[in-house]
T-cell receptor
């Protein structure tokens, strides 16, 4: 149990375009979802926390207008990178937790974004 | 914010050897967690620790929550090739605020 999926697994886009990444909890209700980004050979950096039905809470230094997060249902959260630039290229990972998982977050497999 | 120092950064060991890695923090945490990440994948939870002094095992893995609540270690006994990957410690202060260490990259030579 406690499986989280992400789609797409990798995406390449042109500079200036927007990209949407989906995060789904497949077998539990995710009341809270988290979005991280990870640069090569570095650790995971929390970008934002979203509770179902509420606005996301962004970490300091993360532009909320650039990284749009929607958590409209108990099984789906989306991250939209707007007007992407090459420096947005990174590995984006979501995690989720809910009543069935307690305080434990379960991570998705990640999405590799490359902006040309 | 809380800073986590994880060491070593990388380890190259022979199959069958034991491995030890640790994390220290300048602040206390209420929970310590250890994750493993394979290339191109998300982290997978290995062990979660909830009480100071707690020692928990998961197969060949053993982790401890330091008495001061500012540190934790992970030991892997009798390493095998599939142990290769990056191991991250994570400390959680409240329900949502989890911070990750920089990771320990483990290479196991057969």
């Amino acid at each position: 149990g406690a499986v989280v999926s992400q789609h797409p697994s990798r995406v390449i886009c042109k500079s200036g375009t927007s990209v949407k990444i989906e995060c789904r909890s497949l077998d539990f209700q995710a009341t809270t979802m988290f979005w991280y980004r990870q640069f090569p050979k570095q650790s995971l950096m929390l970008m934002a926390t979203s509770n179902e039905g509420s606005k996301a809470t962004y970490e300091q230094g993360v532009e909320k207008d650039k990284f749009l997060i929607n958590h409209a249902s108990l099984t789906l959260s989306t991250l939209t990178v707007t007007s992407a630039h090459p420096e947005d290229s990174s590995f984006y990972i979501c995690s989720a937790k809910g009543p069935a998982t307690g305080d434990t977050q379960y991570f998705g497999p990640g999405t590799r974004l490359t902006v040309l | 914010g809380q800073q986590l120092n994880q060491s070593p950064q990388s380890m190259f060991i022979q199959e069958g050897e034991d491995v030890s890695m640790n994390c220290t923090s300048s602040s206390i945490f209420n929970t310590w967690l250890w994750y493993k990440q394979d290339p191109g994948e998300g982290p997978v939870l290995l062990i979660a620790l909830y009480k100071a002094g707690e020692l928990t095992s998961n197969g060949r893995l053993t982790a401890q929550f330091g008495i001061t609540r500012k540190d934790s270690f992970l030991n892997i006994s009798a390493s095998i090739p599939s142990d290769v990957g990056i191991y991250f410690c994570a400390g959680r202060y409240n329900n949502n605020d989890m911070r990750f260490g920089a990771g320990t990259r483990l290479t196991v030579k057969p």
